[in-house]
Structure formats: structure tokens, C-alpha cells
């Protein structure tokens, strides 16, 4: 697969270092259900067959983490952005 | 009722040029209800629904098969049956699993092909050897097989492998003899047969499509077939569970990703055992035709199109050649993928699901054809009983909550890594 | 005298005869420093390097070259500079133009830099950067990091002869050069003897702060 | 037999250079043959009809095709450790020297006890051994499964290395053309043409594909110079790229995978040259031109040496200008059988009949066409010869039958587009009934099929197609350049109708030749239930063999279609995967093997320690010096103890570069390490270090290291060697992902700095005299965890922190990596009076679990904080990674395996990493194991083994014995459980 790196253009993804599903956001320790909160953040995914956000860091190029949207049935990718802030110029 | 295969049928049926063989399992129409439904037709559905019929006496079950049974994982996988865990939560099980295997052919009447060859885990460093042992003594304990070889012992094993020239040199190995091969589409096959001839309905091209709830519970599954009533249903559907369980509003803490394999051209023999690489992720076997089957790891990222990319052909073609040279010259006649459920720990769930009348058989990752006997039997003990069978106490579904994982890897919530 | 660890034997290898496909020296006495921009300062950083280097920082994979200094885009808000070893070291002489806007470090020890060039140098690299060297898409100018043979590397474009610069983390090195050595070997290469790096000033428009 | 003079060599003609003569062997015997031949052509020059036996029933076998399709010429090429099993013979271009041998045979190819197989062939039918072989089941291993074994398989592997190299590169281009036959070449040519950078790749050793195997003409010229000439021109644009020898195996995302065979046409590679190289091709545009593959007929005895392809007769006869037989039938059920017999006749052999299978009517009108051509309108319902054929039985539509005499009988059963390309990426073939082929599905977005592999069978289609699809690729690419019009063919005559067997026939009719099934085992698998022709493919192994079914495919699902009833579109046709032609493992790894399997990592004293003739070890992909050995020792004991001693009674040196070392800044550096770690940083001094864990999300431990401060914004912090990268990435994810409004920056630095350990009671004073005499480091001035910048005698200037893993008085001295050598080189020089030694990992290890100190044995991802004994370091004050999970009840469960110090009982006891621990008295089995050692060492200090292991409750059982066992290799010993830190408890001697 050839990951369109927002900063780098098309790279084979040889080059990152693959996470999973970007949607899950890391919860707020202060929530009260903070236990159950965090155990879905860390272990529950919803796992589409279908479109895709997740989070790929591209790592022997530059450095940034990406939302790189890519169908699972197809593999067809869609597109990729830095996750996060866009850059530290922004 | 299909009549019980051995050799003397065998040549009679030669003399009468095959004529009378009748079908390995029946082709019925689905009925309106069952007592119990399992959802897929792989090694686990399959074997589930023969243990139902012949363990628990429950014959009014139907196994349903989106498409042909054994298109999923266990028609793909590279066939490789051990019990050497480490973890306690893992080990009765595998080892359970083991045992059925070597009683399997008589059982079902049916030639899977059950290979004891033995299973060889090389090491290649000192702090990996002692992971071995660790859990060499771990199995010891729980009465499995096992031994250790020095350097020496396993190049007479194998003495084509690099012992010279390596980057990570073998130091020794791990090997349990009891483990090796078996052949993966029979065992599907044997088992539909089997359960066939005590009345289980295999319903094949039907795929689920829905989960009908009432009240909570589950009363049927809607299918391409119509809708089929029960209010037991099982989920055995490997790498497409997430989206089976989706249709009961269930998310699980599984992934889906793809793992290729290997076949070579067929060779004369090679190989005596089943073989692990310690320094990188590959595994080899021999099979009877003669090719070599082999695999390494995951393509990494999550995946329902059931083939891999060219990288991960690149890095286990590069493993099998460090591991032995000469196969250098040897050609990869065909590669391909297979769908699995990655859970969070790398280990297995059978269990209850928050949904009444809705059981789970999941996460299996890539080591559940080994399972495929013992994850029947004790599913169909849940199905049956709703309690866990007694091997597999460990797998359940909120030990993420709880925290009692079995993480063999170490690896974390991480399902790429285990 | 080569500042890694491997022999360094000047001299032909692979194909012995005709010309060689590749020639490749080391540069030596390479300062490099990684620059970092602080949250939100990357344009702030690049018109501090402007005042005080004579380029701006590139916002893009390329090199902008100043006055005695290079700087090498290595990711969004973050740079290489690199230039000749001198007395003072890098980090101290870019700390205070930076100051406030990015943080600077010292990296002037952990990478080899070698210089490639010979009518099979696109060739050689092809057989491990996956990126398109080809004249038309990768021109003088341009940087990337990459990974070429399991290892991570950077390659700069100095010119369109083509010469190719590439920075290799030094404790990998050795693995490089085999990995180099037996790409270049059907074609014959040579190794020259090392030269010291010496920074080139902007000449022609391409290369220059625009 | 065979005849060395080339007896079936036509006087003239074929693409051959007759000047250059080849000697090559095949089973020992010697023949002649020219450049331009393949095996397959020279043996068909000397006569030579039998070449191979089959998988099961032994078989003799011949040439069947000419091509990659070939089931049954599959040879052993090259001997030794250069042996390569399973060749197709028309796939191996003829060089002086060949060696070649049959396989699967013994003792000979023409005399095969196995052929027996053959007696028992009505028992050995489809899946015979699912249905016994299971009495009694300890026969399995012992009796059966050898058996099978030894008969299965085909070639002999080669079981030496292999001493051929093997390389890999990436190509780009805008248009990518799979197949070099008319419709590649009219495809690359107007590519190329309209201004696209075009690489064309094919197969084959000549592009032409069946312009070089058909009389034909195409813009004037015969079709073969007209290849010729495209090739000529295509190479002499700049842009294109023209690859014969290689084929495009596989279609993958974003990439096509190729395989160039570069030296395979010549005995061995020349110097310096690769065997074969694997490309990653980056296309933006392909064009599948792959062509078309003939099917066999099927009746009686079909496999006979002698019965061939059509198309492979007139390959044969046009481009290598050899006569498969003396006289002919051709037996067909399209109008290429015509053609065949025109040829056959133009080549001077007898054509004894053309029994075309379609009814009278279009028979007589084809005889029109073709005067001179004997024809029947009928079917050969079975070939006679053992190993050859001899003559064939022919049934009219009349039902007549004849005999007729023959030594080659051709058959053509229509064409199968060359699709496998298409489903490599999940699409599936759909069949067009109305020309009763499959054609391609939903192709991927950025692939054109055209030609005969997109179903257009006839030349002049196929140039056109071909030049479409090269302009319409170029289009989409932007490249539109104004074209030529494109090359002019023939439009012969592709009509036919599908014959898939032919009843009613003695003898058995083969399917899949390689893997002999018969339209026999299609039945009993349709009787068994095995319908999907999924089914029907795994019970039968139809097209499981080295031919991947490149012949039989079809066929088998036909005929399961009718027995069933379906249409064939019903049916469905299996699943293509990769490789296109099987793909040797050496060129998929390439330069990866051997010691470059993976790249090594030296650290900065690397030369320096081999010097001193270190002993090293891999550890990940570093090389480190495990210990220094010196004259009179034996093995790892004396040198290491030697180390230790040295560390505790004096000073010695160590290499800890492999550290991970992360350069941390920013305003909000300590906010950011806070988050990071379990415990706080941010209230750490400038000029002070401190010990650190992190936890993963999940709340295990992840990594443990320590943090330095250097300056109010700026932090240096350490990671294991083992988790260095996972930690630097997790870095970029917190901050990035989690927490981008921290202003912090960071950056490895694990190169650039050369790190040694300096530990003993004499490193004070051997750290001073390798620094500038300006840097204070006595106790007062750089006490125990402290850090900061030093300057050496020498002017470099470095960093020197104050921690010890060894519990010794101890530093660690950084400098800019390439001083590293030369520190080194100064801390021996200055040492020598004080008995500096270097020390090794051993040695480290030792001393470190002396003090009770942890590494990737003990943080192997399973354990808790908890279970370490670091519950203290979990801060209770902020958020940190892990802070939720690491609270989880099991997870601070008092009864988890925890961490202990052990020593044995016996002081001359051995214990080892990964025993385990039962009760003293209890039985050992699973119901009592309480945990595992971890980590041992032989202690000279203590003089007797100790280890570090997780045991149940462990911190509550200091003082208990325990046994300690391993079962796997038969040993135990009763260990006495207490304090992880052996040595020093007090840490006295750090703080010195
Ligand atoms: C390449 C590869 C190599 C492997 N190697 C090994 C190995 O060496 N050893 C080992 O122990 N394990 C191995 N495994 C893992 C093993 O194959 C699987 O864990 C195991 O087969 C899974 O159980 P199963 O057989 O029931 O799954 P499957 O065979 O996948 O069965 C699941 C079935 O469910 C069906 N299904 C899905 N959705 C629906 C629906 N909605 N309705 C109806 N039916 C549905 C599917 O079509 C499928 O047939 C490997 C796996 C792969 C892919
Ligand atoms: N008479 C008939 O019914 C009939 C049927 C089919 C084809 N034909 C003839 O075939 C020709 C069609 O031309 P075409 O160019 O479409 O097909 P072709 O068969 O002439 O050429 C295909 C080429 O593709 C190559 N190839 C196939 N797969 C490849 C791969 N994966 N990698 C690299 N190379 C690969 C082959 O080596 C071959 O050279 C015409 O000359 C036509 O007359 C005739
Ligand atoms: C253990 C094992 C051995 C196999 N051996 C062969 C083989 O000899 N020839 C072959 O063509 N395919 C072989 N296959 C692969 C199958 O053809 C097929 O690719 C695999 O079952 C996946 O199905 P699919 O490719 O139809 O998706 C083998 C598969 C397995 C699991
Ligand atoms: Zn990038």
C-alpha cells in the first residue's frame, strides 16, 4: 500500500507503524465513569468492514502520526492528515 | 444415512466404479426453527454443532455457512496443532484440544490427517531461551510434553538450517513431539460429515444478516435464507465476528486483520517437523502432497479482503531463506489471506454475551486451528449448559474490565502485536 | 581518515572493468544539529534563520542552502542544519538565533553522511528507496527520509549530475555499506577517499531563499 | 530415441540462431540444440517425447504446451546446490551446458516402479485417503504417512545454500504494460507514442507473444519482424523501459510485483550479477496484455506424450522451427485447428486428419476453406501409446469408428483470457456466455485489460484493443501526445464451440494433467457433495498443481456444471492468488539473507571491543560485547567473574550507548514527562537525575529508564536498549495525539551520544584524569544522581550523570559518538595502573541483579508496577499513561506473581532463568506453580547463584524456601526467597 504522507507524498507503508482505529478518544480522568471509560478507550473497537479512520505514524520519514482514512475491504485509501494539530507552525 | 468409511468399503466401492458414495453431508432445506444455531461453518461452528448432537444429545441444530463450509480460516490456515502455552488461563485447554486431536480420526470416522510430527521453537539468544524454558516447565506441569535441544540436538533435526552463516544464530530449541500438522480442510469436512449423521442441518450460502431481540433475548437470526428461529444462537465466525456481533449492537474488543500463507511446490520430503524461527516471526511445515506451507505475521493493519500485500511476501520469504538457505531456489507457487479476529490479549473468548441467548466464540487470532476440537467441545458444553467447561474457564468476556488477561505476548491491547 | 568504524579501503569493488557505475566518497567533519520548532513558532523560526543564515527554514521536503549552512526539511517544524565542522559546536552557534522559537540539538555525532554520484546512481539507489528518483519528479534540491533496507536514511539531491548525499544513523552504518556495496556490485563502483564537507553557498536560482 | 542430429529440426525457419550451436544434457544423455530454443523446443528438435512422470499414478508424460501453462514437462535443472526442482521445460531458454534430469521416477523415466499407482488408480481416486488409513491410529505416523510422503512431492530440493545472489528494486512509471505479445506492443507503443514513461514487461526471452508462434502478417510484415521492429523502436525511446525475462507475478496495493530472471538463461550468473531480481513496479496506469491459454480436449488417454496444444504445435513449428511429429491428427472444437493443419503441412508433415467435433455442416464448409486438409467431423475418443502416441480412435458423428495411425495428435478445446492478474486484488472473473469465456470482473481502478486476455481473440482486435488501452492509459496520466493510427493485422477466425469431454470413451480422461485428476474424480466429488467448485478444487486438487490449473480451471467447472446443472456462470470459477509462475524465495528476499538478514547495530566501541577480542552477542539488532575474554579462558565463567570483581574491588568500563537517549525540551518539558511517566519529573532539579516507569494505556509496565534535567526547559531521558523505539514513538503519539497543546519538542539522540558506564570504587579517579581538571566531581560537588556537562582533557565536550546500575560508586560518560572510540581508547590508557577492565554484558547482568535491578526479563509486558515492587512510583497526584488501568483489582492483586531475590540453599547450587516455583513438599504440577524465575546469575561476590523471579505473594515469604524446578530438563533446587538486592542494601557504596 502507498500511504499519501501529508508531508512526505506517497510512501509504502513499510514505512509506518500501524496503531488502529483513530475515532477512540482518550477520556478525561476527572469523568466519573473514568474506569469503564477507559477500558473501552483501550480495549472495545467498533472494527468496520468499510471505511476506516485510523492511525498510522510515519516513522522512517517524518516523524508525524497521521488519520489515514483506507476502506478495510478494499484497501483503497482515501486519504491522510496529520492527526492532532496540523503542524507546530499552525 | 451416510454409511461409515474404512478400507474394505473403500475397494468395494472401486469395484462398482464409485457409483454409490453418497454425499459427505446432506444439502437440506434450513426449518423454520432450531433448538440451537451456530453461526459459520469453520472448524469451530462445525465441531460445535457435533459435540451439541454428540455430547449433549441436542440434534435439532443447524450450522449456518455464509458460503461454502471451510471458505474461512480453517480452509487457509497452515495447519499447525501444539499445546505448548504458556499461561495457565491457556495450557488445559490447548492441551485438551491435543488430546481430542489424537482421538479425532476414530471419532469421526474420518482421515484429518492428524500429524504428530512435532513442533520445533528455535531460540537464538540466551534471555529467549530462558522464555523457553519458562515455558517448557509451565507445560511439564500441567503433564504436557516437551523437551530441550541444544544447538546439536537440533541440527540433527534439521541440519539444513543456517548453523553458520546466520544473523541470529540457533542456539537450541523447544520441542514438543505430541505437536505437528493436520489437514485443515478434512477437519472441517469430518467434522460436518460427523455431525451430519447425527442430524445437524448444515446450511450452506446462508448468511446471517440480522439478530432478531426480543425483550433482550435472542429469538432468530434473519439470513439469506429468510428468518430461522432459536433461542440459542453461536457465534463461530472467526475473523467476521465484529460484524456478526454488530447486528446485535455488540462492539468487542477484537480486530479484524489479514494473515497470508504460503504453499511452495510440492517437493520430496524436506522437512521432518513443524519448525518456528525465533528471530523473526516464521513458521514451516511439510505437507503430505509436498509443498511447503509456511507463514509468518500479520500484514499489521486491519483488513476484510482476505489477501496480504507484497512487503509481507518480501519479510517471510526473507525469514525462511535465513532460516534455511537452501530454500532459496525453491518457488512460492501460491499465497494468500485469511480473515482473524485479533482480540486485545491474543487469546480467546467463549463466553456469554450481555445479550441473553447470544453466545461468543471469538478472538481466536491466528492459533485457533489447533482449537478447533476443544473450542468445539466447550462451546458446545456453554450452549448446552450455559456454564463454561472446565478448560475454558479463563476465556472470558470481561477479563478486560477485570484485567485478568492472558497476554502470552506481553504485548498490551494491541492486536497487531500479538 | 572515515569516522565510523568500517574499513575504508579507496579502490574499486564489484565489476572490475570499465567505467564505474557508482562513486562514493564519505564526508567528513559533518556538524549537523536537529532544529524543533516550539508550538506555533515555525514560521518565527524560519525568518530567524533568514536573519541570521541567509534562508529561510524549507516548509517542504527540500534543502534551502545559506550562507554557510544547509538546512534539510525533515518533518513539519523540523530541520537538519548542517554545515563544516568547526570549533564552536553547532548546537551553541544555532541556540541563540533559535532561542525562544525552536530547540536545537547536537547530532553532529550520530550520522554518516556519504557522497554518490556515477552514471548508475540512480540504479543502485532504486534497488532500496522506494521513492521516484526520476530527473523529473526528484530534482537537485530536494530531500527525503526514507527507509532503504530496513534502516532509515536521508537523501539529498545536490545537483542534476546527479550527486546524492545520504545521512545514515552511524550505528547502522556497517549494515548500509553491505547493503550498498552488493546493490553497486553488477555495475562496479568506486570508493574514493574522504573529503571533508565543505558547505557550498547558493549559486543558481534553484537553490536559493526565493 | 533422441538423435543428437536435431532429426526433428526443420531446415529452416524459427527464431534461432543456427550459429550457435548449445550442448545441453538431459538425463544423462547429450544433445544439440541453438540459441533461441527452450529445453522443451531442443528436446522436441531430438525427438525426445517423454520428459516427466505425473503426481499420482506415475504417468508417462510429454510436452503438452509450449508456454507457463505446462502441467506435465516439469524438470530438475542444474545440479547440486544450484538444483532447481519442478522446471518447466518450456520455460527454460537453452544454454551450452544445461543440465537437466526428469523427476518423480524411479529408477528411471522410462522404466517407474511407481507406475503401479496406475494398477490401483480405481481405488486412489479423489480424497481416497479421508476415508482409511485410520486403523489403528498409531499407523498414522508410523506406516502411513511415510508412505504418502515419500511417494508425493515432485523434484528433490536442493539442500545446500544457495550460492546465486538475488536482488530487489522499485521501478515507477506512468503506464506499465503486462505482456509483450501484438496487443502490449501496440499498447506500449502508443503509450510511449502519446508521451507516457511506459515499461513493458514480458516472460518471455523474445517479445511477440503468438506473433512469433502464427504465420501472420501485421502492417505488412510478418507478425514475428513486426514484434521485432516494435521492440527495435520501443528500446530506442528514452522513456520506455522494455523488460522480456520478467514476469509481472502478482498485483498488489499501489505496487505490481515482478520478477526479472536476469542470469537464469546462462549456467551460472557472471560475477557480481544477480540471479534474478524481484521489482516493485509503481505504476499510475497498467495495461493487462497477458493473452490467452489454450484449453486441452478431453477424452480417453488425453495425457499421452504426443498429445498437444494446437498452439503449442504451431509455436513449435513457427518460432522454433521443430516438427512435434511426422503425422499429425489434429483434433479441435474451433477454427484453429485449421490453422494448425495448415501449418503442420507448410512444415512437410502429413496431417492424417483435422476431426473438428462441431456438427457436419460447419465441418464441411471449414474443408472448403482449407482444400487439402483431410477432416472428420467427430472426436477422438482415446490415444493409444504408452509412451507415445502410436495411433487414435476416432468417433464420427455418425457414430463410425476409426483407428488412425500418429505420432502427434494436437488438440484445441478454445481459448481462457489470462486473468489471473485481475483477481489478484479480490475482483472476480465474469463469464460471458455468449462467447463462453470468462472475461474480467470489476477490474481495480488503474488497470485496462486488452487482447486476448480482455477476450479479443483475433489479431487485428487485439492490436487495436492493445492501442486503445496504451492510449487511454497515457490519457489518464495526462499524456496526449497525437498517436499513429494503430498496427493492421488479420482478423482470422476465432469461431468455435466448447467441447468440455467427450463421452463415452475407455482409458481415463485427465483435467488437471500435473495433479491427474479425471473427469471421473469431478464426478465422484459432484456424487460427495463437494459442489462448489471450491470444494471440488480442495477434494480433488484440481488446479492445485505447480500449472496453478493455467489448463484445466475451466474445463473442471464446466463439467461440474453440467453434472449439476447450473450454468457456468453459476458455477463460479476459484480464486486466482499470486504468484502468476511460482516465484523463487531467494528473489523475494533478496539481499536480506544470511548475516544481512536483518541490519546489525554497533555500538561506538564496537572495533575497539573486537580488538580486545570480545565475545558478542545479538541482542535486537545490536551486536554487543557479551564479555572480554583472556588467554586460558575457557568459556564465559572466568572472564565474567573477572569483570564483576573488577567493578567491585576497582573500576571497569562499560558500553551502554544502546540505551535509548531522547533529548526532551520545551516550556513545557516537565508537564509533558509528567504525563509520560508513573511517577512526577517535573519538580526534578537542574542538574539532577531520577529513575523512572512508564505504563502502557492498559496499565502494564511499559518501559523504566531515567530522566535528567539539564536545564529548566530541557530534559535527557533514557529508555531501554529492547523498547527504545516503541518508546520514541509513543512520545510522538502523546504529544501529538493526546496532548498537542504542550509545547514541548524532542528528538532521538540515541546516536549521537557514545555512553559508558565507568563503575567501582577507583571510577572517581579514573574519571579524572580523563576530564578537564576544571570539572569538580567529588561527592559534594556530583553526588549520587547527579548530571550535568563535563569537557575532557582533550577538548571534547560530553555529559556526565551520576547513576549506577551496578550499585557501585558509578558515572555514566556521554560524548558526541564519533569521540567514542577515542574516549575509550583514553579512560584504558589512563586506567591501566588501577586495573581498568572492560566489562561485558554478562558481567552487567550479574551486578545488576546483585542489586536487584530490572530488565526486559522482568518488564516483559505482563507485569504490573505492582508485581515489581514500584507501587510507590505510581503517582497518585496527576494523569499519567496508565494511571486508570494500572488501579484495575487484578492488576494490584497481592497474590499476582511478584518480584523476589532467590538464592539457593546450597551455595553450590545452580538455578536457572525460567524455572518455576512450587511449595517446598508439593507436588509439581500446575495446581501448585506459584511463579517463575527470571533472571539468574552467578554472583562473585557472594560466591553461589542467585536470581531475581515473580513469585505469588513473593514480598510477604522473605525467609521461605521454595523449590525451584525445571522439569524440562530434569533438575530443581530448594532456593531460599528474600530481598531483591544482594549486594549492598544499604546503597552505601553509590552514594560514596
Ligand atoms: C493464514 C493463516 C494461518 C493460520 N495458521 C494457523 C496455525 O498454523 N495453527 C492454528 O492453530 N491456527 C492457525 N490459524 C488460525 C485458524 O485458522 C483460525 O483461528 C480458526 O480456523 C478459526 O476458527 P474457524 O475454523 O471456525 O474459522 P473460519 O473457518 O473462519 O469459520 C468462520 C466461518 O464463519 C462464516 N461466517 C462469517 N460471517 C458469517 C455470517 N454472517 N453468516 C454465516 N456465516 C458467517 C465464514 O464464512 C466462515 O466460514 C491461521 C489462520 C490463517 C488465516
Ligand atoms: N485463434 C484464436 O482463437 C486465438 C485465441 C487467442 C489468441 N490468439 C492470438 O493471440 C494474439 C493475442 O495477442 P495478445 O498480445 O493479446 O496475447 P499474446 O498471447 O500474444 O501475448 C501475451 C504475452 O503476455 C506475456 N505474459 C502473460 N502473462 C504475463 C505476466 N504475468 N507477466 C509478464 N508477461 C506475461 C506472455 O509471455 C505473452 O508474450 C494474437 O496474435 C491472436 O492472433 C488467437
Ligand atoms: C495447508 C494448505 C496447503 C495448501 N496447499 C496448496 C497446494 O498445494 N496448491 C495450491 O494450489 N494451493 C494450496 N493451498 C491454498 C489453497 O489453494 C487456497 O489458496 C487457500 O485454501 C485459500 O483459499 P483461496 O485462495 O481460495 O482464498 C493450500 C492451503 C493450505 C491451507
Ligand atoms: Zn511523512
Known sequence: ?90 | ?418 | ?210 | MSDPSQSARLAAGGLLDRNDVRRFRFDGREFLGYAGDTLASALVANGVRLLGRSFKYHRPRGLLSAGPEEPNALVELRTGARREPNTRATGIELYDGLEAASQNRWPSLHFDVNAVNGLFSSIFVAGFYYKTFMWPASFWEKVYEPLIRRAAGLGKPPLEPDPDQYDKAWLHCDVLVIGGGPTGLAAALAAARAGARVVIADEDFVLGGRALAERLTIDDKPSARWAHDVVAELRSMPDVRVMPRTTVFGAYDGMYGAVERVNDHVAQPPDFEPRQRVWRIVARQAVLAAGAIERPLTFGDNDRPGVMLAGAVRSYLNRFAVRPGRRAVVFTDNDDGWSTAADLLVAGADVAAVVDARNPETVRELARQWPGVESIAGVVTRAHGGHGVREVEVRTHARATHRIPCDLLATSGGWTPTLHLTSHRGARPRFDATRAMFVPGDVAAGLIVAGAANGEFALADALESGHRAGVTAAAAVGCTRAVPAPPAGERESTRGESLWRVRNCRGKSFVDFQNDVTTTDVELAEREGFRSVEHLKRYTTLGMATDQGKTSNVTGLALMAERTSRSIEATGVTAFRPPYTPVTMGALAGHHRGRDFRPTRLPPSHAWAARRGAVFMETGPWLRAQWFPQVGDQDWFVPTCREVLAVRTGVGVCDVSTLGKIDVQGPDAGAFLDRLYANVMSSLAVGRVRYGIMLREDGFVMDDGTAARLAPDRFVITTTTAHAVKVYQHMHFCHQVLWPALDVQFVSVTDQWAQYAVAGPRSRELLRRVLDPACDISNAAFPYMAAGPIALRDGQRGRLFRISFSGELAYEVAVPARGGEALMEALFEAGRDLGVLPYGLEALNVMRIEKGHMTANELNGQTTAHDLGLERMLSGKKDFVGATLARRAHLVDPARPRLVGLRPIDPRARIAGGMHFVPRGAERIAANDQGHVTSVGYSPSLQQWIGLGLLARGPERHGEHVLACDPLRGTETLVEIGSTVFVDPEGARLRG
Open chain 1, 1 to 90: 500500500m502507498l500511504i499519501p504522507c501529508p508531508h512526505c507524498g506517497p510512501r509504502t507503508h513499510e514505512e509506518f507503524t500501524y496503531l488502529g482505529d483513530a475515532t477512540p478518544r482518550r477520556p478525561d480522568p476527572a469523568d466519573p465513569a473514568v474506569e469503564t471509560a477507559f477500558f473501552e478507550y483501550a480495549y472495545i473497537r467498533v472494527n468496520p468492514a468499510g471505511p476506516h479512520r485510523e492511525l498510522w505514524f510515519h516513522a522512517a520519514g517524518c516523524h508525524a502520526w497521521l488519520v489515514v482514512e483506507r476502506d478495510t475491504r478494499t484497501h483503497t485509501i482515501t486519504g491522510a492528515a496529520p492527526a492532532g494539530r496540523t503542524e507546530s507552525s499552525s
Open chain 2, 1 to 418: 444415512m451416510a454409511r461409515r468409511y474404512s478400507i474394505f468399503r473403500l475397494v468395494g466401492e472401486a469395484l462398482r466404479g464409485h457409483r454409490r458414495w453418497e454425499p459427505a453431508w446432506r444439502d437440506p432445506e434450513p426449518k423454520p426453527s432450531y433448538d440451537v444455531i451456530v453461526v459459520g461453518g469453520g472448524g469451530h461452528g462445525l465441531a460445535t454443532a457435533y459435540y451439541l448432537a454428540k455430547n449433549h444429545g441436542l440434534r435439532n441444530v443447524a450450522v449456518l455457512e455464509k458460503g461454502w463450509i471451510g471458505s474461512g480460516n480453517v480452509g487457509r490456515n497452515t495447519t499447525i496443532i501444539r499445546s505448548n502455552y504458556l499461561l495457565p488461563g491457556n495450557i488445559p485447554f490447548y492441551e485438551w484440544s491435543m488430546q481430542l486431536w489424537e482421538g479425532l480420526e476414530q471419532d469421526l470416522n474420518y482421515n484429518s490427517m492428524v500429524s504428530q510430527r512435532g513442533v520445533l521453537n528455535l531460540f537464538h539468544s540466551d534471555s529467549q531461551r530462558d522464555a523457553f524454558v519458562r515455558r517448557g516447565n509451565a507445560m511439564r506441569l500441567h503433564g504436557v510434553d516437551g523437551e530441550f535441544l541444544g544447538r546439536d540436538d537440533v541440527r540433527k533435526l534439521i541440519p539444513m538450517a543456517d548453523f553458520d552463516n546466520a544473523r541470529f544464530p540457533i542456539r537450541g530449541g523447544l520441542l514438543q513431539r505430541r505437536g505437528g500438522t493436520a489437514r485443515h480442510d478434512a477437519v472441517a469436512w469430518g467434522f460436518a460429515r460427523a455431525a451430519d449423521r447425527l442430524g445437524v442441518d448444515i446450511l450452506q450460502n446462508c448468511e446471517v444478516v440480522g439478530i432478531r431481540r426480543e425483550r433482550g433475548a435472542v429469538v432468530g437470526v434473519d439470513t439469506t435464507r429468510g428468518f430461522i428461529a432459536s433461542r440459542r444462537v453461536g457465534l463461530a465466525c472467526a475473523g467476521n465476528t465484529s460484524r456478526v456481533a454488530a447486528l446485535a449492537g455488540l462492539r468487542l474488543p477484537i480486530e479484524s486483520h489479514v494473515l497470508q500463507a504460503f504453499v511452495s511446490e510440492g517437493l520430496k520430503p524436506l522437512l521432518p517437523c513443524v519448525v518456528t524461527f525465533g528471530a523473526g516471526h516464521f513458521y514451516i511445515s511439510q505437507s503430505d502432497k509436498g509443498g511447503l506451507v509456511f507463514g509468518g505475521s500479520i500484514d499489521m493493519y486491519n483488513s476484510y479482503a482476505q489477501r496480504g500485500n507484497l512487503p509481507t511476501v518480501e519479510e517471510v520469504c526473507e525469514e525462511g531463506v535465513a532460516l534455511f538457505p537452501c530454500l532459496s531456489r525453491v518457488r512460492v507457487l501460491r499465497s494468500w489471506g485469511g480473515i482473524m479476529d485479533m482480540s486485545m490479549d491474543g487469546s480467546p473468548i467463549i463466553d456469554r454475551t450481555p445479550v441473553d441467548g447470544l453466545y461468543l466464540n471469538a478472538g481466536w487470532c491466528y492459533g485457533g486451528f489447533k482449537a478447533t476440537p476443544a473450542s468445539g467441545w466447550c462451546f458446545a458444553h456453554l450452549l448446552a449448559t450455559d456454564q463454561p467447561y472446565v478448560a475454558a474457564t479463563a476465556y472470558r468476556l470481561d477479563r478486560f474490565a477485570t484485567g485478568r488477561l492472558i497476554d502470552e505476548r506481553g504485548a498490551g491491547a494491541q492486536p497487531n502485536l500479538h
Open chain 3, 1 to 210: 581518515m572515515a569516522e565510523h568504524d568500517l574499513a575504508w579501503v579507496p579502490g574499486r569493488f564489484g565489476r572490475p572493468h570499465g567505467t564505474p557505475g557508482l562513486r562514493v566518497h564519505e564526508l567528513t567533519d559533518v556538524a549537523l544539529a536537529s532544529i524543533v520548532a516550539r508550538r506555533g513558532q515555525a514560521t518565527a523560526a524560519a525568518t530567524a534563520a533568514e536573519r541570521s543564515f541567509g534562508c529561510r527554514l524549507p516548509d517542504r521536503a527540500r534543502v534551502e542552502l545559506g550562507h554557510d549552512i544547509a538546512f534539510l526539511w525533515v518533518g513539519p517544524g523540523q530541520w537538519l542544519a548542517v554545515t563544516g565542522l568547526a570549533t564552536t559546536d553547532l548546537e551553541s552557534r544555532l541556540a541563540g538565533p533559535f532561542a525562544g522559537v525552536a530547540a536545537v540539538v547536537d547530532q553532529s555525532g550520530g550520522r554518516v553522511m556519504l557522497e554518490l554520484e556515477g552514471p548508475r546512481v540512480r540504479d543502485v539507489l532504486a534497488k532500496g528507496f522506494s521513492i521516484d528518483l526520476d530527473p523529473r519528479v526528484f530534482t537537485a534540491g530536494r530531500v527525503a527520509a526514507t527507509l532503504v533496507a530496513h534502516l532509515h536514511v536521508q537523501l539529498w539531491q545536490v545537483d542534476d549530475a546527479p550527486r546524492y548525499r545520504i545521512l545514515v544513523v552511524r550505528t547502522y552504518f556497517a549494515s548500509f555499506w553491505r547493503w550498498l556495496g552488493s546493490s553497486a556490485a553488477e555495475f562496479g563502483g568506486e570508493v574514493l577517499e574522504s573529503r571533508r564537507y565543505v558547505h557550498t553557498a547558493p549559486a543558481a536560482a534553484t537553490q536559493s531563499c526565493p
